[in-house]
């Protein structure tokens, strides 16, 4: 697990939590520590162990079941980049339970797209990082990450085709001091193109979701940009707390 001083409480508890049920500790229908036994075990006012299963639920981990409370769920949902980002941030790693294949590391030039993301001249030198994540009814996602190019120069890892211990978010932040303080997420029914369809296991002009995340660190500046496809049929689910 990353290093978790500094956390605020209720964090930090989430993360614990989070790492109990990515190491299999708590399973599916297993209940989570209730308010009342997260304030006896932790020492923390009610106020700050309320928010630990809200945490959970948005991270897609658990669900609240009459009768029972807080309750670990399998996970078969869709997981789009910005919730990565929410996952990083409460303490988790971001990957869920997936089988994760990295695809290629490269640099490139920009298309114009990309440079229009990312605030550069078409056809600099990005880095591009993509990947697919799986389970058990087969491709979920096929994720496509491009990265100014010189940011490579302080973080080379961004070059390689494999996992980053705290994704590119903390990768960049970790380089540069740059941190994803803002995020924009758009989504869409697009067709898929045939550089993704051969990794998504479909016809290529076949329409899906796509989730396409725009991030800006504290200075306004963009610091990456994502597109996903995901598998046809999927479904995008989000929880959150409207308090």
Known sequence: MRNLEGLPPYKRIAAELIARINSGELQPGDRVPTVAEIMEAEGVSRATAARVPGLLRDAGLATVTPGRGTIVIERTETIAGADRLGLLRA????????????????????????????????GAQVVKRRRRYLDTLGVKTVSTTWIEGSIAERAPEL??????????????????????????????????????????????????LVVVNHYWDQHGEPT???????GVGRELSREFDRD
């Open 91 to 122: 303490g988790g790693d971001g990957l869920d339970n997936d089988t994760v294949e990295f695809l290629g590391a490269d640099l490139e030039p920009a298309t114009r797209e990309v440079a229009d993301a990312l605030g550069l001249d078409e």
């Open 159 to 208: 070059l390689r085709p494999e996992a980053l211990p705290k994704m590119t978010f903390g990768a960049i932040e970790d380089a540069t001091g740059r941190r994803a303080s803002r995020q924009r997420d758009t989504i869409a029914i697009r067709e898929v193109p045939a550089d993704i369809a051969e990794h998504l296991d479909v016809e290529v002009g076949a329409r899906t």
């Open 224 to 230: 990456e940009y994502a597109v996903d496809y995901h």
